[in-house]
């Protein structure tokens, strides 16, 4: 199957509904993008810059949802092209780097103790980010035998652009983007 296919999605298990409502905008994929970016936002209030975001941290809830508002992989992939693209755009402007992103996403030593997470808790949290930085690196290469693991691994991509649009939404917040 190509990249590009227009393969659904298995259906995710529900274990927590929208904080918004997906008919209230557009059924295209510009509609569908913007419906999941308001979700996520509902994840990164400017009292969220600086909590941890991953494993146990709300990234389950994150990629749960991306996967019910953007049912087939291809309008994934394209969500996600431009949440990575933002961020690339950022690190190559040198706006933002990974201490800007990890301070940003609460995986920081600042964060880690504000929000006393274990040992275990901070090392998930860094292990789990570390495909989201390599991905992002690829991106902003134009890598495509990097980014094989994010075209092919559905769950994997979902948890990219998770991880990529919460920093861009946390970022906008702190204005560390400049937009």
């Known amino acids: 199957m190509g990249i590009f296919s227009k393969r659904t999605l298995p259906a995710t298990s529900a274990t927590s509904e929208l904080p918004i409502r997906v008919s209230d905008y557009s059924d295209s994929l510009e509609g569908r993008a913007e419906a999941a970016t308001a979700a996520l936002a509902t994840l990164a209030r400017a009292s969220d810059v600086g909590r941890p975001f991953g494993p146990g941290f709300g990234l389950e809830q994150a990629r749960e949802w991306l996967l019910q508002i953007l049912p087939n992989q291809s309008e994934l992939q ?4 431009v949440a ?3 961020l690339a755009a950022g690190f190559r402007s040198k706006r933002i780097d990974f201490d800007t992103i990890d301070k940003v996403l609460g995986i920081d030593g ?10 275990r808790q901070e090392a998930a949290n860094i292990q789990a980010i570390e495909g989201a930085k390599e991905t992002l690196v690829a991106m902003s290469r134009d890598d495509l035998l990097a980014l094989r693991r994010w075209h092919d691994d559905v769950s994997f991509m979902a948890e990219v652009l998770a991880y990529h649009q919460m920093a861009v939404l946390r970022l906008e917040l702190t204005r560390d983007l400049g937009q």
């Open 110 to 119: 600042e964060g880690v103790r504000r929000f006393g997470l274990s040992r």
């Open 78 to 81: 394209a969500v996600g092209h």
């Open 84 to 86: 990575g693209d933002t």
